[in-house]
């Protein structure tokens, strides 16, 4: 293609944007466009996704004050590839929360491939995050993964006070309700009159108040591992990891093969959570990183960290039995074997932990009355995140914030059984306030459906048709759990 053509293929992009965005002011009540160019990524190669555009807008950092200061929204688009589009696209909302809808758009590429033939697919980095005023903490330790050990709590919590003091002026406008204006302003921006949400784990938090708030701007939403408003993740962490826990190791006792290699792995578990409470263990570990060898100290707190962050993938789950039986049995390589995983490039989420922590601290802190809190194999998994939110910015959140939400767009919920953090009883929970909500249950999922053997199809039919077939349902009712890994070794 040459340049000519190429300018002029943009000029007419932001030119229809531009007129579009006339016939609606937005939520901020002033004419706004959004100017969409080829990507580029970080690199400076080519994107991906073939066609994919970038582009910004300006929103108000405080609503109620529009002259005031401005925060740019980061959008990428890939625009559908029919010529002959349907005028509803999908937007995608991210989780974490924390999490760049950018940073995973790739990732997410063979879900909507199909849904892109004949609509457009939007991703928008929530304020607070990615590349729209991201509230990035220096931290040594990455509170998402398993890398912080008791030795390092003070330190962890004194980079988060400053972290704090760097973004007091920020952080009490990061919340839900702010972003679902910014979202509703990006729809207004580009043109859209309705549009198909997909919200996943904290997405769908976003994803349902933007359904009560702009009810006639949703034509149906897909809700992946519910979190809803009312639920407070930092009390209901050791709950849910300890229900997944349970789950997985029920699953290995059904099996004639798998319980007679390895036994009740829940058990094994809790007497080694309570033995590195005592007595922490050494493990030398290759860097995977650097390639270098590196001692780590295996204490409650990582192991606890460890076999959670595993309980979330369901390739992952399959080899906890085995990392499980030979740590107790002393054999502490396959729990090395771990770190090492969740040490590496791929596994590193890339949370906005100030965005995070403005949501936990402020909307999930004011849920009451709160859950009973529960340890996780010892340890308590929220004590880092409750302890910074005795310092973090205050923020005012709605009084009608947490709210079932009620709405009668068609609703697809997916649930995974064995979820650490959005159990199906959330989605139980939000489907009773919503008369078009279909509920379906994966049997052998963990956290996120979605990207799980042929749920892309399903979410793709949902969008298109507004209604569940009995192929969907047979496609979630077949994700059976995965058999455990069975070591021959003289270790099993």
């Known amino acids: 293609m040459d340049n000519k053509l190429l300018s002029n293929m943009i000029l007419s992009t932001i030119i229809s944007i531009g007129l579009m965005?006339?016939?609606?002011?937005?939520?901020?009540?002033?004419?706004?466009?959004?100017?969409?160019?080829?990507?580029?990524?970080?690199?400076?190669?080519?994107?991906?996704?073939?066609?994919?555009?970038?582009?910004?807008?300006?929103?108000?950092?405080?609503?109620?004050?529009?002259?005031?200061?401005?925060?740019?929204?980061?959008?990428?688009?890939?625009?559908?590839?029919?010529?002959?589009?349907?005028?509803?696209?999908v937007f995608i909302i991210a989780g974490g929360p924390g999490q760049s809808a950018i940073d995973v758009s790739d990732r997410l590429l063979p879900v909507f491939f199909n849904l892109r033939k004949k609509r457009d697919i939007v991703f928008v980095d929530q304020r607070g995050t990615g590349q729209s005023s991201s509230l990035h903490c220096e931290l040594k330790h990455n509170l998402s993964l398993a890398q912080l050990s008791t030795d390092s709590e003070a330190q962890t919590l004194a980079e988060l006070k400053q972290c704090a003091a760097q973004h007091q002026t920020l952080a009490p406008f990061m919340l839900t309700d702010y972003a679902v204006a910014d979202l509703d302003s990006v729809r207004s921006a580009l043109g859209y009159t309705q549009v198909n949400v997909w919200g996943g784990s904290y997405g769908t938090r976003v994803a349902l108040r933007y359904m009560a708030q702009y009810p006639k701007a949703v034509r149906s939403a897909v809700l992946d591992g519910l979190a809803p408003p009312d639920m407070s993740v930092p009390y209901s962490l050791g709950a849910g990891a300890n229900q997944a826990l349970a789950t997985v190791s029920d699953e290995c006792l059904a099996r004639h093969d798998c319980a007679a290699r390895y036994g009740n792995i829940e058990a094994h578990a809790k007497k080694l959570g309570q033995q590195l409470l005592a007595e922490p263990v050494s493990l030398t570990i290759d860097n995977p990183l650097t390639g270098e060898p590196e001692t780590i100290l295996l204490d409650a707190n990582?192991?606890?960290?460890?076999?959670?962050?595993?309980?979330?993938?369901?390739?992952?789950?399959?080899?906890?039995?085995?990392?499980?039986?030979?740590?107790?049995?002393?054999?502490?390589?396959?729990?090395?074997?771990?770190?090492?995983?969740?040490?590496?490039?791929?596994?590193?989420?890339?949370?906005?932990?100030?965005?995070?922590?403005?949501?936990?601290?402020?909307?999930?802190?004011?849920?009451?009355?709160?859950?009973?809190?529960?340890?996780?194999?010892?340890?308590?998994?929220?004590?880092?995140?409750?302890?910074?939110?005795?310092?973090?910015?205050?923020?005012?959140?709605?009084?009608?914030?947490?709210?079932?939400?009620?709405?009668?767009?068609?609703?697809?919920?997916?649930?995974?059984?064995?979820?650490?953090?959005?159990?199906p009883k959330r989605g139980n929970e939000v489907a009773q306030h919503l008369p078009n909500a279909t509920h379906l249950v994966a049997v052998g999922a963990h956290h996120g459906v979605t990207l799980q053997t042929c749920a892309g199809s399903v979410v793709t039919e949902f969008i298109r048709d507004l209604t569940v077939s009995e192929r969907s349902r047979g496609c979630i009712e077949s994700m059976v759990p995965m058999p455990a890994f069975l070591h021959g070794g003289a270790d099993a």
């Not at 400076?44 to 300006?58: F, K, M, R, W, Y």
């Not at 004011?366 to 923020?395: M, R, T, Y």
């Open 302 to 423: 990582k192991f606890s960290a460890l076999v959670r962050m595993a309980l979330y993938d369901r390739i992952m789950s399959r080899l906890l039995p085995y990392t499980i039986h030979a740590a107790a049995g002393g054999n502490f390589e396959p729990v090395a074997a771990l770190v090492s995983q969740f040490l590496g490039d791929d596994s590193q989420l890339n949370i906005a932990m100030g965005m995070h922590l403005s949501i936990m601290c402020n909307e999930d802190a004011g849920v009451s009355p709160k859950p009973q809190q529960e340890n996780f194999l010892g340890v308590d998994l929220a004590k880092i995140l409750l302890q910074a939110c005795e310092f973090w910015p205050e923020a005012r959140v709605a009084e009608n914030y947490y709210n079932p939400v009620s709405a009668n767009v068609p609703v697809l919920l997916l649930s995974g059984t064995a979820d650490p953090v959005t159990p």
């Open 21 to 89: 965005a006339c016939g609606d002011q937005g939520k901020y009540g002033r004419f706004q466009t959004v100017i969409l160019t080829p990507c580029e990524r970080h690199d400076g190669t080519p994107p991906i996704v073939n066609g994919a555009e970038c582009g910004t807008l300006s929103v108000p950092l405080d609503p109620q004050a529009a002259n005031g200061e401005q925060i740019n929204l980061a959008i990428k688009r890939w625009p559908a590839i029919s010529s002959v589009a349907e005028p509803d696209p």
